[in-house]
Every structure is written in structure tokens, then in C-alpha cells.
């Protein structure tokens, strides 16, 4: 079993940047691929970033690559979410993610096995 708890979120201008938190319960978090996904108004959750167990490897959704970075620290069951030259469509609920043993970087959703309860983001024009 692993508990996600996301921090971090508010409310930014339109450039600003924000650092998202997901701090993860349980023993097996550094043998789990972590992501992060988000969820705007009226819309599908939809992938945002992926990294591997060591970190070593990322992946990006096309709309956030060159802005946002997302990196762990196993040694303190936590995954993060750096993002920069933020967007009024970047206006969401972000989610982490923890993916079942042995995935891959993948953005699909329903390959991840536990979620947090998600940190709203709101940039404004």
C-alpha cells in the first residue's frame, strides 16, 4: 500500500513558477516508476510527467517540456514537480502518481496503481 499527499499548489501569474511536493507512505516507493497528471475543468486527466525509479530517465508530455521538471529524492519518499514559465492553461488539479512494480516511463493512467488527492494550480493572465 502506498499513501500520496500532494503540496504545493496556488495561485500564480501567467511566467510565474510553482513547486509541487508528492510525499509518498510505504517502503516500495523507490522500486516505483512516479508521475504526475492533471485534470482541468470540463476536461480528461491527462499526463504531464514520468520518471524511473532511479531517476535517471523522464518523460514529458509535449505541452510541458522545456518548463517543467519533474525529479525524486528516494532517500526521502519524494517525488517533484518543478514548473516554470507557467501558463493560464496550465490551470488544473495536478495528481501524483505511483505506477505498479516494475513499469516504465508510461503516460497512461490506469498503469499507475495509486493517486493523491491532488493540489489545485491556478494561473491567471
Known amino acids: 500500500q502506498v499513501q500520496l499527499v500532494e503540496s504545493g499548489g496556488g495561485l500564480v501569474q501567467a511566467g510565474g513558477s510553482l513547486r509541487l511536493s508528492c510525499a509518498a507512505s510505504g517502503r516500495t516507493f523507490s522500486s516505483r516508476t512516479m508521475a504526475w497528471f492533471r485534470q482541468a475543468p470540463g476536461k480528461e486527466r491527462e499526463f504531464v510527467a514520468a520518471i524511473s525509479r532511479s531517476g535517471a530517465g523522464t518523460y514529458y508530455a509535449d505541452s510541458v517540456k522545456g518548463r517543467f521538471t519533474i525529479s525524486r529524492d528516494n532517500a526521502k519518499n519524494t517525488v517533484y514537480l518543478q514548473m516554470n514559465s507557467l501558463k493560464p492553461e496550465d490551470t488544473a488539479v495536478y495528481y501524483c502518481?505511483?505506477?505498479?512494480?516494475?513499469?516504465?516511463?508510461?503516460?497512461?493512467?490506469?498503469?499507475?496503481?495509486?493517486w493523491g488527492q491532488g493540489t489545485q494550480v491556478t494561473v491567471s493572465s
Open positions: 502518481a505511483a505506477g505498479r512494480n516494475g513499469l516504465r516511463l508510461e503516460d497512461r493512467g490506469d498503469l499507475y496503481d495509486y
